[in-house]
């Protein structure tokens, strides 16, 4: 019975374990969905490369001088005057340039400066660097109306500054080397005008603590005149050529002296000769040396103008673009007398300005 009893027993557990292998599910398949593909258009945004804008700035100013200082009206012609001047310039290519300037002047005494407006345009053409070198090339034209003339002039002036020296203390910022034509000629279209050929020379050094320097030629000149041409003090009839040189030297100063916020302060300096000039001929038409003298007492053949102008300049950035400022100084020069051996009559005359600037 026992192994009758075993003997089920093993049997059902067998009969168990196939059933249990028997049972298995069957496999679930599962449908997939189709896989669709959507191309969109990928926009990509690069910064627009910015080109040349016309650029410059417009600068309007009123300026009054004062009282040249113990001089009773005697020698400086502009005394209790005023001037109004509108100037700015024009970048209109990378190449081109234009300035502008008109000076007003009004006295506000009988026989002092006669009231007048002075009228001066200038342009520039940038002709690049000539080949391999370093020299960049630039056309310049002027035309300037005053005193009862108008000028007109072309330059080609050469630019040598990066062949001169620069370290820590003094940097060559202008260098130019330029020959010249002048033709000046009287509001009247008479016979009374020059002809002029010269050669232009600037030099510009900026050195340590705000200071700067500029040794300006504006001579080497051989002047051919028309039958009624004027001469310095107006004399008529002057038809021999005549040489000339004029040279400017100054000392500059720029600085900072307070800012807070959108308010400035600064000191500006300037002096030294304005200028030296020589010239074959005296102020009176005839040359040196002649043999029968125009006047009895000829002046000398040079003369010098020297000056020293230091300012306070306070200024109000109003906006990105314009500025407020005033400035308030004083000039100090030889006013009458010019000639070598006898200059004289050196005074203060304070002056005041005020003007506003606009950048576009």
Do not use: C
């Amino acid at each position: 019975m026992k192994r009758l009893a075993l003997l089920l027993g093993s049997l059902l557990v067998v009969t168990a374990a196939a059933s249990a292998k028997e049972v298995v599910p069957a496999p679930v398949v599962v449908e997939e969905a189709p896989v669709q593909i959507i191309e969109k258009e990928v926009i990509v945004y690069r910064e627009k490369e910015q080109g040349f804008r016309p650029n410059g700035y417009v600068d309007l100013q009123y300026k009054y001088y004062g009282q040249t200082e113990d001089q009773d009206k005697l020698w400086n012609t502009n005394d209790n005057s005023s001037r109004t001047q509108l100037e700015g310039r024009i970048q209109m290519t990378e190449k081109q340039a234009l300035d502008f300037r008109v000076r007003d002047y009004n006295s506000f005494d009988e026989h002092e400066r006669d009231n007048q407006t002075q009228t001066r345009l200038r342009y520039y053409y940038d002709h690049g660097v000539l080949g391999d070198s370093k020299v960049d090339m630039t056309s310049f034209v002027r035309y300037e109306k005053k005193d009862g003339y108008q000028y007109g002039e072309y330059q080609l002036r050469f630019q040598l500054a990066d062949y001169m020296f620069n370290n820590d203390y003094v940097k060559t910022t202008t260098f130019v080397v330029g020959p010249r034509y002048i033709y000046k000629w009287s509001e009247d279209n008479s016979s009374d005008y020059t002809n002029t050929i010269g050669l232009y020379f600037d030099w510009i050094n900026q050195l340590p603590f705000g200071f700067s320097t500029e040794l300006e030629i504006d001579g080497l000149h051989y002047n051919m005149y028309g039958t009624d041409a004027k001469v310095q003090d107006g004399t008529k009839g002057l038809k021999e050529d005549s040489a000339d040189i004029s040279v400017g030297l100054k000392l500059m100063h720029n600085a900072n002296l307070y800012t807070e916020g959108a308010y400035s302060l600064d000191w500006y300096f300037e002096g030294g000769y304005d200028t030296y000039d020589w010239s074959n001929l005296d102020r009176y038409g005839k040359y040196k040396g002649a043999t029968e003298p125009y006047v009895e007492s000829k002046l000398e053949d040079a003369k010098y103008s020297l000056y020293a102008q230091p300012s306070l300049v306070l200024a109000y950035q109003a906006t990105e673009f314009v500025n407020l400022y005033t400035q308030v100084g004083a000039e100090y020069r030889n006013w009458k007398v010019e000639n070598n051996s006898d200059a004289q009559d050196w005074r203060w005359q304070p002056f005041v300005t005020a003007g506003f600037n606009v950048a576009f």
